[in-house]
């Protein structure tokens, strides 16, 4: 598939004074925040998930899925690169991660709710790789609801 996530911001913050024992090998993720909790149609939904890594590598991969409790065919998942720079040991920052709902907004797209006529009641999950092949805990996003156009 083509279409690549747009990570809209990769903001790196080296966290100066911080202890060793914030960060490891394994790229740790948080749930920073998720806007908005129900979508409708020609809306984006931003998810803003924290990271930390020792060695600064997470360009490297980050999975995205919808589960859905309602509706198994509106599930999907998907990976998506994480665009490069230069890793920073003890790094730490913020990725944004946006979707867009409806009509070509310049995200990639989610798809309507597949189940009639019923809006999708759904959680979104996140995990990551880095470039050593260290993968991260999974997110879960709070209940999310997309409702049907």
């Known amino acids: 598939m083509k279409a690549k996530i747009l990570i809209v911001g990769l903001i790196t913050v080296i966290a100066a004074g911080c202890s060793k024992d914030q960060f490891s090998s394994t790229p740790h993720i948080s749930l920073k925040s998720v806007s908005p909790l129900v979508l409708s149609a020609n809306q ?21 899925q919808k589960v ?20 920073t040991k003890d790094l730490s920052g913020v990725f944004q991660v946006t979707f867009a709902y409806g009509i070509n907004l310049g995200y990639p797209p989610i798809k309507e709710p597949q189940c009639n006529p019923k809006n999708d009641t759904c959680v979104f999950k996140f995990w990551m790789q880095d470039v050593a092949k260290h993968k991260s805990d999974t997110i879960t996003t709070p209940t999310i609801v997309l409702i049907k156009r």
């Open 44 to 64: 984006v939904i931003t998810f803003d998930i924290n990271f930390t890594d020792a060695e600064g590598d997470v360009q490297d991969t980050i999975w995205v």
């Open 68 to 87: 859905t409790s309602n509706c198994t065919a509106s599930n999907f998942t998907q990976a998506y690169k994480i665009p490069s720079f230069t890793p």
